[in-house]
């Protein structure tokens, strides 16, 4: 009888002791054993366009891999990069946009041992990605306002021009540097972010809130404001923002300024399956780092935490930065 008690009260005590006593062991990485490389296209299975920016892409992808030390050296694990397709819904009717986009990622498959069993990390391994042709990526946010067809879908707030690196390379970063992009474009192409006025903004909100039933009182509220604004505020470039916290666009320079992407942009005697535009996520001194001090630090703090390097930021740290519009496509002559 005393067993049985006994039994009871270490099962009882088995099923409300905290999950953190029966973890699994930490896994052991091991960073000499040598990998492969391997390149899918996602959306191959699309049709013939597809097929043909998987292949340009791959392009992408095989350079990345020669010219960036961490992958060339490809120990310690598998690389693979994977193309991904984007659902485009209304995104291929707006004016600005052209062209196949997708997402081109490169998944670092560790080597590992865990529980006494080798392996491979599979599922959501560390990785690093950028957009291909994707006019919603690379800025400061998608306004996400008004309806299909407006103005308003295509608006974009940008984060301020830190430095152009080379022609065809432009790094865009907020303040606290936790918000930076890489922009790498044809510079022989007009310019790909252009500046709407606030007129065109206002007028265009104005238009969409009037022709919605459920947006009338916003559009009552509204009008108002913009018949108070003086002419030269309508003719200046927009920025988001405002004191009533709803209009939310002003002239007077004060937040972010709003852009559209330029539809004379893109080269459009090239095949849809040209890459013409690439966003990378990018801070100089990696994410939220103010100096190179704190990037030191940062790295040491995140192998001594994960027994693993952070692949993504070391991959960043090596990019070719000024050679990178090289892979931008121009017209052939």
Not at 242 to 256: F, H, Q, T, Y
């Amino acid at each position: 009888m005393k067993h049985q008690h006994a039994a009871l009260f270490l099962l009882s005590v088995s099923l409300v002791m905290p999950s953190w006593l029966f973890a699994q062991s930490p896994a052991t990485y091991f960073p000499d054993k040598q990998g492969a490389y391997s390149f899918y296209n996602n959306t191959g299975s699309h049709g013939g366009e597809y097929v043909a920016f998987g292949d340009q892409v791959k392009t992408l992808a095989d350079y990345f891999h020669q010219n960036i030390p961490v992958m060339k050296a490809n120990t310690g694990f598998d690389l693979k990069a994977v193309l991904f397709g984007m659902w485009n819904g209304p995104y291929t009717k707006r004016a600005g946009n052209y062209g196949v986009r997708g997402e081109l990622r490169f998944d670092f498959q560790l080597f590992l041992k865990e529980n006494g069993k080798a392996g491979k990390w599979t599922v959501e391994p560390p990785a690093w990605a950028f957009y291909i042709n994707n006019t919603e990526a690379g800025h400061g946010g998608n306004l996400k306002e008004g309806n299909e067809g407006s103005l308003l879908p295509e608006l974009f707030t940008v984060f301020p021009l830190v430095k152009e690196i080379a022609p065809g390379v432009r790094y865009y970063d907020c303040e606290p540097r936790t918000c930076g992009s890489l922009v790498v474009f044809n510079p022989d192409r007009p310019s790909f972010w252009i500046p709407v006025t606030v007129r065109e903004v206002v007028e265009a909100k104005l238009a969409s809130y009037k022709a919605d039933k459920d947006n009338k009182m916003l559009y009552d509220f509204i009008k108002p404001l913009v018949d108070n604004m003086s002419e030269d505020e309508l003719k200046a470039p927009a920025y988001f923002g405002s004191e009533d916290a709803i209009l939310k666009v002003n002239g007077k320079g004060e937040g972010l300024q709003l852009m559209r992407f330029n539809p004379e942009y893109w080269d459009r005697a090239l095949p849809p399956s040209a890459v013409q535009l690439i966003t990378m996520v990018y801070s100089e001194y990696g994410y939220g780092n103010q100096n190179q001090e704190d990037q030191e630090t940062a790295e040491r703090e995140f192998i001594h935490n994960n027994g693993h390097p952070d692949y993504s930021q070391v991959v960043r740290n090596s990019l070719p930065i000024k050679d990178l519009s090289r892979l931008i496509a121009r017209t052939r002559k």
